[in-house]
């Protein structure tokens, strides 16, 4: 039926499927619809850049899901999910895209109820990207029988641990981040357009490494420079990289949706002592997270001691320090679950990744030196090999 | 206060403003709240990754926009909007971010009843990207004496006329997509890596062309071969391209946020008849939709031409075929407003650009061979001068 290499086992996805219908249960919902572009791929293998019209996918307590969206995207459905049944994909007109007369959600209403879902308490991601408030709206007029309820985030905690697929998956997007890096520590040099060296990351990550190819990251390559560099997520332009400037380049490799996101920062020239002093508190800053990074602790532990230390070397950090990662699509490449800051409790088991953050942004430029790490049964295992300290080109 | 070279002067932002708020007070809005990334870009300049956490800008009737965002992405604000004013810009604390226990709306809520707010007729984008169910229900519960009324593409609609600045911009991106395509047809070979040939694609693209930096393109790079082509949003992995296969490629060059979308195919080996009956009705249901491209037309009398010569010629459409394209974020290249489609009587005006995306998906395989579009005084200018044909290497 398809010429794609499922990524994943029909085993695989009925184990998410059970998991997910756990869930489920305990909130009360008879169905939900998943609205999530990461949340669909994840329950059904749906892979397309499809998310800028409405589409979703519908789980009740029996039988397979339903991939839900625009009719010349059922296509892709076919090509891309476990579901072998034609029933399980549903299309609507072409008429209901971006159409301010009419609106999608009057179509999946009609599915919604041919489900036998008319009068059901529905879950629905109401604050998951690309669910918008329209969206509710007219859904809830389109059904008035249907208790509507929230299901935000609901599946995605189902994927905080990760499989032994997923996690070859991320390790293969590690070899690719870590080839990415290394590629810039090669070309990088004073003179050079920055658009020129975002060109070859680009097509040194979608090259790929060691055998597997690259997938497009969930955040584009975000490289600042000098005071650019004080703020975090500006992307790039064609001003050359200059001698006295550091340069933080925040990239992910990526595989089959799987995303390794990794930072480093690049100084040209001679380092002044303000960037030595900070690189060294945040290196000690990172190995005292690291220590912390073990099943049975909370997130929070490796955010209270990587702040500790921090501090203790004069430094500030005032947002979090790392968050879930996995499969994903834009606009973000975290599981927006768990989050390594004060007040997150969430005991940490084997199989859950992160992406452990310590960016510091000072007055003058930024310094981000990050790890991906996996919780093992005994402790953790950073993802990547790259050498964790800022480097320096004169 | 910037290194930033501004994409637009101050007069420019001005004149959009005006623009928009004679459009605010014909539906009765005292201030809008704009979420879209491309309308805050828009309307002041604002350029960052940042549009995964809640953000936007605030517009009244007097003064300055107010951009409003994460802590940290205040400082990216400061490098890139227009305004110079600091209390232009407000930064909500970092333990609002993906935090379930608050929202950020919240914070916009004391932002609004600051700029005595309170008890406004609010315009919010309801149906816009990045404005989700849960933030429209918790702004209304924050600022229970105001209005919250639909806004949804009101900013896009301003946009849909470009000054002669965008259009230099699009003209630029136009060169670049060109040269993507020129690259594509160098390299394309039997036996070539999927993913590699997208490499080059994005490098290519990012490089720029005529001494113009490539920006990152709203939609990745979409080039499916095959029965993959059948669908139309599917990206790519590493199967090697094939003698016997038609491959797509829907991609766009960028400048500055500014997009121009592109689609080309390239057969590899002898064209089967089918192909070839499928070019001569596409090229000549160009033809005829072109023909009705210029000023005081409507939308609609191209798609109509465009479809009664495809129709002639025994093929059959049925989705729209072209849509509103200029600034642009991810997750879509288009504009949201205007379509080419039958009951679409936008009147077209000069300075209006259109992707004219007259795509064929046919059962074994698809042909895209787009144009992207200007309305001039006189009628029509087409932005790129790639061959318009199926391409061949056999």
């Not at 790929?208 to 332009?237: C, E, K």
């Not at 002044?272 to 220590?291: C, F, S, T």
């Not at 953050?357 to 981000?368: I, R, T, V």
Request: overall charge negative; charged content about 25%.
């Amino acid at each position: 039926m398809t010429t794609f290499e499922n990524n994943f086992t029909d085993a695989e996805y009925y184990r998410r499927i059970d998991k997910t219908r756990a869930a489920m249960a305990a909130a009360g919902h008879e169905a939900i619809v998943v609205t999530d572009p990461s949340n669909m791929s994840w329950l059904t293998g749906y892979d397309g850049w499809s998310f800028y019209v409405f589409q979703g996918v519908i789980l009740t307590h029996e039988g397979d899901p339903v991939w839900w969206g625009r009719g010349m995207d059922a296509l892709g459905a076919r090509r891309t999910v476990f579901m072998q049944s034609d029933d399980r994909i549903r299309g609507y007109d072409d008429t209901y895209v971006q159409n301010p007369e009419k609106h999608p959600m009057e179509d999946l209403a009609w599915i919604l109820a041919d489900l036998g879902l008319e009068g059901a308490r529905i879950g629905v991601e109401m604050d998951n990207y690309y669910y918008s408030a329209t969206a509710h709206a007219e859904l809830g007029k389109a059904l008035p029988k249907a208790t509507l309820n929230d299901a935000t985030a609901l599946v995605n905690w189902q994927r905080a641990v990760k499989s032994e697929r997923e996690i070859e998956y991320m390790q293969r997007a590690a070899r690719i981040v870590e080839a990415m890096h290394a590629r810039i520590f090669e070309l990088a040099e004073p003179g050079m357009r920055k658009n020129d060296l975002i060109a070859e990351i680009y097509a040194t990550g979608i090259r790929g490494a060691d055998g597997f190819w690259g997938d497009y990251p969930a955040i584009v390559p975000m490289a600042p420079s000098g005071l650019d560099a004080t703020a975090p997520h500006l992307t790039w332009d064609d001003r050359p990289l200059e001698t006295g400037e550091a340069t933080f380049f925040e990239i992910a490799g990526a595989h089959r949706r799987y995303q390794c996101p990794q930072s480093r920062t690049l100084f040209l020239g001679d380092v002044p002592q303000k960037y030595r002093d900070a690189e060294n508190a945040v290196l000690d800053a990172i190995e005292a997270g690291l220590e912390q990074a073990r099943p049975g602790n909370q997130a929070q532990d490796i955010a209270n001691a990587f702040n500790a230390t921090l501090n203790k070397a004069g430094f500030e950090k005032d947002s979090r320090c790392g968050y879930a990662i996995g499969i994903s699509y834009p606009p973000d490449w975290g599981e927006r679950t768990i989050s390594f800051r004060r007040g997150d409790t969430t005991v940490l088991e084997p199989g859950m990744t992160f992406h452990f953050m310590p960016a510091l942004w000072l007055d003058d430029g930024g310094l981000e030196i990050t790890e991906p790490i996996l919780i093992t049964e005994e402790g953790h295992e950073c993802f990547c090999t790259t050498e964790r300290e800022l480097w320096v080109k004169s």
